[in-house]
């Protein structure tokens, strides 16, 4: 008898922890990565990865999902059907760009970064920023930094760094497409060693000497990259032999992951006004514990202009938007544009979050 309640006992234990893991996935079954998981307090649990695999909910009875790319969801953990859930997309468009003969390709992005430590979220900023980017002299031009008044401290006086450090991602991110970049013959391919599998249904895995890096989705009208930096970069640090490099990652055990959806022609080709969408994951050790910094970026509005063009866009921005606001001006821009607002157990934290302004 004793032995059948043991085994009994072992065996809902096991049940128990079977229970904590989740796939998430998408309308064709594909695992989706990057999916923030939280408590419904706000505390990050941790990101899906490439699969889609939360491996541990952590006891939570209720987990709110996000992503870039999909409908935040409500799940409550012991209804979930086969251990899988399933995400629905954002349904979130832009209008079609009309290629003119102008020199300034314009994308306007807005973003939101949230900064976590030990999984707390400590930090947050949301802005605009008007994009412009010279295709005769391929040159990256910025307009200023329109930032959300919300704001926290990740570490007592770096806010301003990680502020330059938000912008300088998200403007650099307009004019690259990784998933274009990593076809056969583009320079992320050669440089970090990558290969393209086709897997069927518009799906190719991203591989690269030591395994699966990510993959890439493409439909009739978008291409979706998922892609685990950190294993390039860590690759490419072993090859070439940046001891140095090699040395402060271990350190900081720094960590990098990403999502970018581009639109694209007939052909699959993507040029810099077809940026969609994108999220950066930056994980490290810091001195008050494990830091996470998740960026949401959206494109806003899109086109050609001239450099006088420009100049009066950043003008009407400045005026419209004047620097800092509170997080519901932003919101409002974010609404008027029909991109996802912040969903309300951030919005909490947000609020619960200590203020030095």
């Not at 409550?76 to 079609?96: F, H, I, N, R, T």
Request: hydrophobic letters at 35%; proline letters at 3%.
């Amino acid at each position: 008898m004793k032995k059948i309640l043991f085994l009994a006992i072992i065996l809902l234990i096991a049940r128990s922890a079977e229970a904590q893991k989740i796939t998430v996935v998408d309308n064709d079954g594909n695992g989706i990565h990057l999916v923030t998981v939280l408590t419904e307090d706000g505390n990050m649990i941790g990101l899906t990865s490439l699969e889609g695999v939360i491996a541990d909910v952590k006891g939570a009875k209720k987990v709110v999902l996000t992503h870039v790319a999909y409908k935040p969801l409500l799940v409550e953990v012991a209804k979930v059907q086969g251990g899988k859930v399933m995400m629905e997309d954002a349904d979130y468009s832009l209008a079609e760009v009309e290629v003119v003969p102008k020199p300034y390709a314009y994308v306007e992005t807005y973003y939101r970064a949230y900064g976590f430590i030990n999984d707390s979220l400590r930090y947050f900023k949301a802005g605009i920023l008007p994009n412009a980017y010279d295709v005769g002299k391929k040159k990256l031009l910025t307009g200023s930094y329109l930032n959300c008044k919300a704001e926290a401290y990740l570490t007592e006086g770096i806010s301003i760094t990680w502020g330059a450090r938000v912008e300088a991602l998200n403007a650099g991110k307009v004019y690259q497409s990784g998933a274009m970049r990593l076809r056969p013959g583009g320079d992320a391919a050669a440089r970090y060693f990558t290969t393209l599998t086709d897997e069927g249904g518009g799906k190719q895995r991203v591989s690269y000497p030591e395994g699966t890096a990510g993959y890439i989705y493409t439909d009739e009208e978008q291409t979706m990259l998922t892609l685990d930096a950190a294993k390039l970069q860590i690759y490419l640090d072993k090859t070439t032999g940046h001891k140095q490099i090699m040395k402060l990652r271990e350190k900081k055990d720094l960590y990098y992951q990403y999502v970018e959806v581009f639109s694209h022609d007939d052909e699959g080709n993507s040029d810099i006004t077809d940026l969609v969408m994108y999220s950066n994951h930056w994980e490290w050790n810091g001195s008050k514990g494990r830091n996470k910094l998740i960026i949401e970026t959206y494109a806003a509005e899109r086109g050609y202009m001239d450099k006088k063009q420009f100049k009066a866009k950043k003008d009407e921005l400045k005026k419209k938007y004047k620097t800092p606001l509170p997080l519901d001006r932003l919101e409002e821009y974010a609404t008027s544009h029909g991109i996802p607002t912040i969903v309300p157990t951030l919005r909490k934290a947000i609020d619960r979050m200590p203020r030095k302004m």
